[in-house]
Antibody, heavy 121, light 106 residues
Framework: EVQLVESGGGLVQPGGSLRLSCAAS????????MDWVRQAPGKGLEWIGR??????????EYAASVRGRFTVSRDDSRNSLYLQMNSLKTEDTAVYYC????????????WGQGTMVTVSS | DIQLTQSPSFLSASVGDRVTITCRAS??????LAWYQQKPGKAPNLLIY???TLQSGVPSRFSGSGSGTEFTLTISSLQPEDFATYYC?????????FGQGTRLEI
């Protein structure tokens, strides 16, 4: 079964750090670009970052709201995607989803179930 | 950044109705437009990509069309399981953005 499973969410104080993980299974992880999307409580979807595949040199893209604070990375040997979040703010409180980019399809065809991050003192 | 504006933001309809949701982009996005359905407490689910390509397993009552800056998602005959929130998304350039969502309720 093709699936993505996020982990690592929780409660963190403002200014703190957290690392999310996304474990992939059922497909050739190394071939796909991978993304992180978040959703604040009661709000819409916000794309926050991408890491491309090895063929594209693992290059990254970020939304302005997280650039310089968040880092997207991957370990193809572990079929895993990561989101390192530093200098967290209360407005980063959200459910964080990892998603697979459909090769050549320009869309996200597989999503994880999400992990909740709460930034609060 | 490319802004996506969905209309309406809220839609009340009945089982069997035909409904259309519009997504307008602030500039041209070629055909790199996708539609997702999201139910409460669940991850989004891909319905349509590249403007009009139906994702595998998605019922044929869903269809997409459009070009340039205006795109539509149509549900030909609403079923009870279709009541959800729908988002459009562009992948023409960075940052990737989503529309604000359209909540479809009975």
């Amino acid at each position: 079964e093709v699936q993505l499973v996020e982990s690592g969410g929780g409660l963190v104080q403002p200014g703190g750090s957290l690392r999310l993980s996304c474990a992939a299974s059922g497909f050739t992880f190394s071939l796909h670009h991978m993304d992180w999307v978040r959703q604040a409580p009661g709000k819409g979807l916000e794309w926050i970052g991408r890491v491309r595949n090895k063929a594209n040199s693992y290059t990254t893209e970020y939304a302005a709201s997280v650039r310089g604070r968040f880092t997207v990375s991957r370990d193809d040997s572990r079929n895993s995607l990561y989101l390192q979040m530093n200098s967290l703010k209360t407005e980063d409180t959200a459910v964080y989803y990892c998603a697979r980019d459909l090769s050549g399809g320009y869309c996200f065809d597989i999503w994880g179930q999400g992990t909740m991050v709460t930034v609060s003192s | 950044d490319i802004q996506l504006t969905q209309s309406p933001s809220f839609l009340s309809a009945s089982v069997g109705d035909r409904v259309t949701i519009t997504c307008r982009a602030s500039q041209g996005i070629n055909s790199y437009l996708a539609w997702y359905q999201q139910k409460p407490g669940k991850a989004p689910n891909l319905l349509i990509y590249a403007t009009s390509t139906l994702q595998s397993g998605v019922p044929s009552r869903f269809s997409g069309s459009g070009s340039g800056t205006e795109f539509t998602l149509t549900i030909s005959s609403l079923q009870p399981e279709d009541f959800a929130t729908y988002y459009c998304q562009h992948l023409n350039s960075y940052p990737i953005t989503f529309g604000q969502g359209t909540r479809l309720e009975i």
